[in-house]
C-alpha cells in the first residue's frame, strides 16, 4: 500500500470519528438535535417525510441549520410536510450560514412551495460555494419552468459541483403559457454526473443539448422526459450536441409515453454512437411513436458503440416490428463487450414466430461476453417450437450465469414448460434465473415436474418462480420442498 493511499485512508477514518448523524423521523425527535453540540456537527439527516411540520417547529429546524457552520453533509426528506414558500425561503436562508457544505439533499415534493419560495431556497444554497453534489426534489409544487432560469443562474455559482440532480416535474394548468422561450444553461466547469427531470419543450431540449456538448468532463447523464411535449426536432437537436460529449460513460434517457417518433429516434441515436467512451446505455421508449422503419439502422449504430456492457432497452407498446428481433440477434455476437443486456418488448407489435427467435436465439448462444439477459415479452402466444429455440439459446450460451424472463399472458403450456426444465438443466454455467409465468395456463403438475428438474440443478445458486396466485396445498407443500426453489410473493 502506497503512502498517499494510507494518509487518505487515515484522514477518511479521523473525519467519520468526528462525525455525527442524526436520524430522526418524528417531529417531537427534534430535540435530539437541540442537545448536540452543533459546532462540532458534521452530517445532519432528517427525515420528516409525510409529517406535518407546523410553523414553530419548521423555525426551530431553520434556526439549528444555521448555528451548525461545519456541516459537511446534510440530507432534509421533507416530502408532503405542509412546507410553504415561507417556509421555503427560510430554509434557504438556514443553509446558506453553512459554507463547509460539500453535499446537499433535499427532498421538497408534495409540498404547497410557489416560484418566489423555490428561488429564494436555491438562492441561499448557491452561497454555499464548496458544494460537490446537490439533490434537489421539487416535484408537485406550484413551480413550473419558468423558475429553471433562476435556478440555474443561482446553481452556475457553485462552480465546485459535481454531481447535480434536480427534479422538478408539475402539471399545467389548461390556462397556462408553454415554456418555449426558457433556456436550460448549466455552467459547472467540473461537473460529473448530471440528472434532470423536468418538462421539456424543443427550444428547452435544444439549449439544454448546448449546454452539455460545452461539459467537457461530464460522464454520466440521466434525462427523465416521461410524457413531454417536444417533438422529433428536440430529440434531433439533443443526438446532435450528445455527440461531443465524449467523456460519457453512462446515459440514461426516460422517453417513455412521449411524442417520439422514427425520425428524432434515428437522430439521437447516431448522436448516442459517436460517444464511443460509453459504456452504459438505458433508453425507455415505452410508448412511444416509433416503428420498424429504421429498427435495423439503430441496431447498427448501436454496434459501434465498442466499450458497451451494459444496454438496457425498453420498446415495450411500440411497433418496433419482427426485424429490430432478427437484426438484434445477428447483431449480438458483435456486440465483444457487452456483459449485461435487458430487453422489454411486452406489448409490443412483434410476431413471435420460430424463425424470429430462432434468429435472436442463436445470438444468445453465438455471445461471447453476455453474463446477465433479462427478456420481457408478456402479452404475446409464445408456443411450445417458439419456446424451444428461446431456451436453445439459452441453453447453448458458454457465457450466461444470470438470466430473468418475464412470460406474463403468453399462453405457455405443458410442453413449454418442459422445454423450459430442459434447457434449465444443460445450463451448467447458470448460478440463478427468474421466471414470471403468471397468468398462464398451467397446470399444477407441470408446476411440481419443473421443480423436480431446477432442484436437479446443483451448479445453482438460486431461483425464483413466479405462478400467481397458488391455492393447491398439496402443490404448494410440494414446491416448498423443492432444493434451492423459491418463490415470489404471488405465491399463497
Same mark, same amino acid.
Given at each position: 500500500m502506497s503512502q498517499n493511499t494510507q494518509c487518505s485512508d487515515q484522514m477518511m477514518m479521523n473525519f467519520f470519528k468526528r462525525t455525527q448523524v442524526i436520524d430522526t423521523s418524528k417531529i417531537p425527535q427534534i430535540e435530539d438535535l437541540k442537545n448536540q453540540n452543533l459546532k462540532e456537527l458534521k452530517i445532519i439527516t432528517l427525515n420528516l417525510s409525510g409529517k406535518t411540520i407546523y410553523h414553530e417547529n419548521f423555525v426551530d429546524v431553520c434556526k439549528i441549520i444555521s448555528q451548525c457552520q461545519n456541516l459537511t453533509t446534510l440530507c432534509l426528506n421533507l416530502k408532503s410536510a405542509n412546507i410553504a414558500s415561507e417556509g421555503a425561503s427560510r430554509l434557504g436562508e438556514s443553509i446558506s450560514f453553512c459554507q463547509q457544505l460539500l453535499i446537499l439533499n433535499l427532498d421538497l415534493s408534495y409540498n404547497n412551495i410557489d416560484v418566489k419560495g423555490s428561488l429564494n431556497l436555491v438562492q441561499g444554497l448557491s452561497k454555499c460555494l464548496q458544494l460537490q453534489s446537490l439533490s434537489l426534489n421539487f416535484d408537485s409544487n406550484k413551480i413550473n419552468n419558468s423558475a429553471a432560469i433562476k435556478f440555474c443562474e443561482y446553481i452556475n455559482q457553485c462552480q465546485n459541483l459535481e454531481n447535480l440532480d434536480i427534479e422538478m416535474n408539475y402539471i399545467k394548468?389548461?390556462?397556462?403559457?408553454?415554456?418555449?422561450?426558457?433556456?436550460?444553461?448549466?455552467?459547472?466547469?467540473?461537473?460529473?454526473?448530471?440528472?434532470?427531470?423536468?418538462?421539456?419543450?424543443?427550444?428547452?431540449?435544444?439549449?439544454? @443539448?448546448? @449546454?452539455?456538448?460545452?461539459?467537457?468532463?461530464?460522464?454520466?447523464?440521466?434525462?427523465?422526459?416521461?410524457?413531454?411535449?417536444?417533438?422529433?426536432?428536440?430529440?434531433?437537436?439533443?443526438?446532435?450536441?450528445? @455527440?461531443?460529449?465524449?467523456?460519457?460513460?453512462?446515459?440514461?434517457?426516460?422517453?417513455?409515453?412521449?411524442?417520439?417518433?422514427?425520425?428524432?429516434?434515428?437522430?439521437?441515436?447516431?448522436?448516442? @454512437?459517436?460517444?464511443?467512451?460509453?459504456?452504459?446505455?438505458?433508453?425507455?421508449?415505452f410508448h412511444t411513436q416509433i416503428t420498424q422503419k429504421y429498427s435495423k439502422t439503430f441496431i447498427d449504430k448501436l454496434s459501434q458503440i465498442v466499450y458497451l456492457s451494459s444496454f438496457v432497452l425498453n420498446f415495450g407498446s411500440t411497433k418496433i416490428g419482427n426485424g429490430f428481433l432478427v437484426k438484434f440477434g445477428e447483431t449480438l455476437p458483435k456486440l465483444k463487450r457487452l456483459n449485461k443486456f435487458n430487453l422489454c418488448l411486452n406489448d409490443s407489435s412483434i410476431a413471435f414466430s420460430q424463425a424470429t427467435l430462432k434468429e435472436f436465439g442463436e445470438g444468445l448462444e453465438n455471445s461471447q461476453s453476455l453474463k446477465q439477459f433479462d427478456l420481457d415479452i408478456s402479452g404475446y402466444v409464445v408456443g411450445a417450437e417458439e419456446m424451444q429455440y428461446l431456451c436453445k439459446g439459452i441453453s447453448n450460451s458458454k457465457s450466461l450465469t444470470n438470466f430473468s424472463l418475464r412470460l406474463v399472458r403468453c399462453q405457455i403450456d405443458q410442453q413449454s414448460l418442459k422445454y423450459f426444465g430442459n434447457c434449465i438443466v444443460q445450463c451448467t454455467n447458470l448460478i440463478s434465473f427468474q421466471v414470471n409465468l403468471i397468468a398462464n395456463e398451467v397446470s399444477d403438475e407441470s408446476k411440481i415436474e419443473l421443480?423436480?428438474?431446477?432442484?436437479?440443478?446443483?451448479?445453482?445458486l438460486c431461483c425464483y418462480l413466479f405462478f400467481g396466485f397458488v391455492s393447491n396445498i398439496k402443490l404448494i407443500n410440494a414446491l416448498k420442498c423443492l432444493k434451492l426453489v423459491k418463490f415470489g410473493p404471488f405465491l399463497r
Open positions: 394548468n389548461q390556462d397556462e403559457q408553454g415554456d418555449q422561450d426558457i433556456q436550460i444553461q448549466i455552467s459547472c466547469p467540473k461537473l460529473l454526473y448530471l440528472k434532470l427531470s423536468l418538462q421539456f419543450s424543443d427550444f428547452m431540449l435544444s439549449k439544454l @443539448a448546448e @449546454a452539455l456538448s460545452q461539459s467537457s468532463q461530464l460522464s454520466k447523464l440521466v434525462l427523465i422526459l416521461v410524457k413531454n411535449n417536444f417533438s422529433d426536432l428536440g430529440m434531433t437537436l439533443l443526438g446532435d450536441q450528445i @455527440a461531443y460529449c465524449q467523456s460519457l460513460t453512462e446515459l440514461n434517457l426516460n422517453l417513455r409515453e412521449s411524442k417520439l417518433g422514427d425520425e428524432g429516434f434515428i437522430k439521437l441515436t447516431q448522436g448516442i @454512437a459517436k460517444c464511443q467512451n460509453l459504456k452504459s446505455l438505458n433508453l425507455d421508449c421443480g423436480k428438474q431446477i432442484s436437479k440443478c446443483q451448479h445453482l
